[in-house]
């Protein structure tokens, strides 16, 4: 069974393109030109062992807005898309990763619908040159995008970098729980309804 997707989009203030495969291993090609966000999208694919491409050319003379957003609409889209039916994943998934003094949660369920709780207070409002609103904004489009149950909790933590790594980090994680084939059900779809 193959589970990647490639995605390009392209507006008047973004053109990206993105290929994710789910069953990779840790391999990232990332380059938004926002130093920070790629560091967190190659987070991404290391602690969730995919494979994950994203090429951005954004806005940046407005500000990082469009490009960190229009970006989590197509990673959503792409593991969406990669999912297929979702015949045999876990479904759930959830991590907790500390980073030094910081520490977050992510949990997650491919339930078809989307939602995002979010309980982050980055202690900074630059995290290099990301602005600390728009991993919240990625995280939205993220899940909408994916049709995901998404709840990120920042439980602890005093430097802005290490909050928002562990962030990203523990969604790696969660991901990567939540979207792997469960051997004792690979032919079903994890729901009493029979669709997701």
Request: with cysteine.
């Amino acid at each position: 069974m193959s589970r990647h997707a490639e995605i390009c989009r392209e507006t008047k203030e973004t053109k990206i393109f993105v290929k994710v495969d789910l069953d990779g291993t840790g391999k990232a090609s990332i380059s938004t030109r926002i130093g920070f966000f790629d560091h967190m999208l190659d987070q991404i694919a290391r602690h969730g062992l995919i494979d994950l491409t994203v090429q951005c050319e954004g806005d940046l003379e407005v500000d990082g807005h469009h490009s960190v957003e229009d970006v989590g609409i197509a990673l959503g889209q792409a593991i969406g898309q990669a999912l297929g039916d979702k015949k045999g994943i876990v479904r759930y998934g959830f991590s907790y990763v500390p980073l030094d003094e910081a520490l977050s949660r992510t949990v997650i369920d491919f339930s078809g619908r989307p939602y995002l709780s979010w309980d982050v207070d980055f202690t900074a409002p630059m995290i290099g040159a990301l602005d600390s609103q728009l991993p919240r904004e990625f995280f939205l489009a993220l899940s909408t995008n994916a049709k995901m149950t998404l709840h990120i909790d920042n439980l602890k933590g005093i430097n802005a970098h290490h909050q928002c790594e562990s962030v990203f980090k523990s969604f790696g994680r969660a991901l990567r729980m939540a979207a792997s084939i469960d051997e004792r059900s690979k032919n079903v779809i994890p729901s009493t309804k029979g669709t997701l």
